[in-house]
Each structure stands twice: as C-alpha cells, then as structure tokens.
C-alpha cells in the first residue's frame, strides 16, 4: 500500500514553463521532505516542512503543506534543464522510524 | 568531508548466490537507513540502526535479508539465496540524529544497484 501518491508520474516541459507537482494521502505526518534525485545517485534533500500551511520558497522552487498535514505540493517557475530529475516527497508519521516516500514525479524539462 | 559511500556500486549476481552490500555513512552519524528503490518507484525503508542495534527491522521483506552495524559505523546489508525479484538498488542514509526530530535530514550514498540473473 503506497500512503503518498504523487502525481503526474511523469512531466516533460520546456525551459521557462511553470509547472506543480502533488504530493496526497489519507494519513496525517508530522512533517514531509521533498527531495529529487538525479540518475545513478541517492536522493537529495530539497526542503522539510513540519507546519500545517507551511509555505517554503528555495529560489525558484515553492513548496506548500496542506493545512490539514496530509497533502503537500512543489512548484517551480520558469523551469531550466537543471532541474530535471526525479522529485519524491517523503513523510515522517512520527510514531514509525523511517520515512515512506512517494512513487515519484519524472521530470523533464527541454532546452 | 566524504557523504556516504556504497560498494559496490553494481553487482551483479546469479539466483540462489549469497551477496554483500557496504554502507560507509557520515562520520559521527548515529542513525543509518537501508532502503530498497526499484525501477520507477520511490524508495522503500529496509532497516534502520541507532548505534550498533538494529532499531526498527520491519522493512526487511523475508527472513533471506540481514544487516549489521557492530561498531555502529560502517554496516553491511546481507541477502541469502537471492532471486531474480531481489534486482533493485539498494539505497543506504546516514543522520546526524535519530527520527520523529523534526527536520531530521538523512543524507544518502548513491546506492548499489543489484541485479540477479
């Protein structure tokens, strides 16, 4: 059972379009990561956000909590080739160890 | 300073073979994850270690997989009798705390891809 269901699966773009990526489910974290891993490496992390509401910006990347702790979301503006890779988000429930991560968003962005 | 290392980075196996995965994770790291990411997929948690002692082993899939840490550095994830759907990459993360701390980063090694033929 996948608890974090991130859509689309897959996001080919070009350079200079906007665009979001979604991160839901149905069970309550006490905080949420985002990271994005680029081919034959471990992921990296981008941002955690720990507040309901939460609003993170890390240049041209914002991310947002849901209120209610169960969903989040990433957008970038004006994407660059740069910023292809697989982006994950990843929840910690605070009672579990270890942090369950979503599917995943492929992102291509074309020159 | 070095991030966490993996070796090998591939190995490639026959079914039914014995196989060892190496973790190196940040020095002064207390808390290391092994993870399994499959083709397409998120990854999926294995283990997690505190020190030496194997804090939260419910990932593990059978009883084929083991891991160890027993100097609560360096740790070594062990799969017995391999088959054809143990092919993944297996991710290891070191943290400089242990979870449920909020805004805990886990830094990851760029993993070892397995594949069993």
């Known amino acids: 059972t996948q608890l974090l269901e991130q859509s689309p699966q897959f996001l080919s773009i070009q350079e200079g379009e906007n665009l979001t990526v979604y991160c839901n489910s149905s069970s309550v974290f006490s905080s949420l990561q985002w990271y994005r891993q680029e081919p034959g490496e471990g992921p990296v992390l981008l941002v955690t956000v720990v507040t309901g509401g939460e609003v993170k910006k890390l240049k041209r990347l914002t991310f947002q909590f849901g209120d209610a702790r169960k969903d989040s979301s990433l957008h970038i503006t004006a994407a660059q080739p740069g910023d292809t890779g697989l982006y994950l988000c990843?929840?910690?429930?605070?009672?579990?160890?270890?942090?369950?991560f979503g599917s995943g968003t492929q992102l291509t962005v074309l020159p | 300073g070095a991030g966490v290392s993996q070796t090998p980075s591939n190995k490639v196996t026959e079914k039914g073979k014995y196989v060892e995965l190496r973790c190196d994770p940040i020095s002064g790291h207390t808390a290391l994850y092994w993870y399994r990411q499959s083709l397409g997929q998120g990854p999926e948690f294995l283990i997690y270690f505190q020190g030496t002692g194997a804090a939260d082993d419910s990932g593990l899939p059978n009883d084929r997989f083991f891991a160890v840490r027993p100097e609560g550095s360096v740790s070594t994830l062990k799969i017995q009798r391999t088959e054809r759907g143990d092919s993944a990459v297996y991710l290891c993360?070191?943290?400089?705390?242990?979870?449920?701390?909020?805004?805990?980063?886990?830094?990851f090694g760029p993993g070892t891809r397995l594949t069993v033929l």
């Open positions: 993360a070191s943290s400089p705390q242990p979870p449920g701390l909020a805004g805990n980063e886990q830094f």
């Open positions: 990843a929840g910690d429930t605070g009672s579990a160890r270890q942090l369950t």
